[in-house]
């Protein structure tokens, strides 16, 4: 014979309407908690983001513009804040017998809010300068003369500049001394 179960006198009890309301409460503060500490996380996450954008691009046009500085002979700052800042030099090589130099400029200017690099090189059998490439070198830049400028004095180039990422702002000042020493 089959055994029936029987709910109905068993002594179980359902919960009751206030532990029902105490149990969504302490999981909405749970959820809750939850969300603000997803959120912060996230918006920490982007802020170190934007912080080491910032730093890169900084860290770019120092590099660019110091490696390129240590090869020049000629340093030439320009009216704008010392924009356009030209570096030239001079090599030279031998084809048969005749001697020939290359001539080579590289100039950092400012467009929009890009700090550009422009190469460019002269054969001493050509008249005019020939633009081999231009690359971006930094992005995010602060083009106000007060905050990105660079000076040229005692054999010295001071080179100020300044990022801006969402509500970052690094400031980055590099002095370097180029070669300058005549050419051959």
């Given at each position: 014979?089959?055994?029936?179960?029987?709910?109905?006198?068993?002594?179980?009890?359902?919960?009751?309407?206030?532990?029902?309301?105490?149990?969504?409460?302490?999981?909405?503060?749970?959820?809750?908690?939850?969300?603000?500490?997803?959120?912060?996380?996230?918006?920490?996450?982007?802020?170190?983001?934007?912080?080491?954008?910032?730093?890169?691009?900084?860290?770019?046009?120092?590099?660019?513009?110091?490696?390129?500085?240590?090869?020049?002979?000629?340093?030439?700052?320009?009216?704008?804040?010392?924009?356009?800042?030209?570096?030239?030099?001079?090599?030279?090589?031998?084809?048969?017998?005749?001697?020939?130099?290359?001539?080579?400029?590289?100039?950092?200017?400012?467009?929009?809010?890009?700090?550009?690099?422009?190469?460019?090189?002269?054969?001493?059998?050509?008249?005019?300068?020939?633009?081999?490439?231009?690359?971006?070198?930094?992005?995010?830049?602060?083009?106000?003369?007060?905050?990105?400028f660079c000076s040229y004095s005692d054999h010295v180039i001071t080179l100020?500049?300044?990022?801006?990422?969402?509500?970052?702002?690094?400031?980055?000042?590099?002095?370097?001394?180029?070669?300058?020493?005549?050419?051959?």
């Amino acid at each position: 014979m089959k055994k029936r179960l029987n709910l109905r006198g068993s002594g179980q009890r359902g919960f009751t309407l206030l532990e029902i309301i105490i149990a969504i409460a302490i999981s909405a503060i749970l959820g809750l908690g939850a969300v603000v500490t997803l959120n912060q996380m996230v918006s920490g996450n982007d802020r170190a983001s934007r912080d080491m954008t910032t730093i890169q691009q900084l860290e770019s046009a120092g590099y660019r513009v110091s490696r390129d500085a240590l090869t020049a002979q000629y340093v030439t700052t320009g009216e704008n804040a010392g924009f356009p800042l030209q570096l030239d030099w001079q090599d030279w090589y031998v084809n048969g017998t005749t001697r020939i130099d290359e001539n080579h400029r590289i100039e950092y200017s400012l467009s929009g809010s890009n700090l550009l690099r422009t190469k460019s090189l002269k054969l001493s059998t050509d008249t005019s300068w020939v633009t081999e490439s231009q690359t971006v070198v930094a992005r995010n830049i602060n083009v106000n003369p007060a905050r990105t400028f660079c000076s040229y004095s005692d054999h010295v180039i001071t080179l100020n500049i300044t990022a801006v990422t969402g509500n970052t702002s690094e400031t980055y000042i590099y002095q370097i001394k180029p070669r300058t020493d005549s050419p051959y």
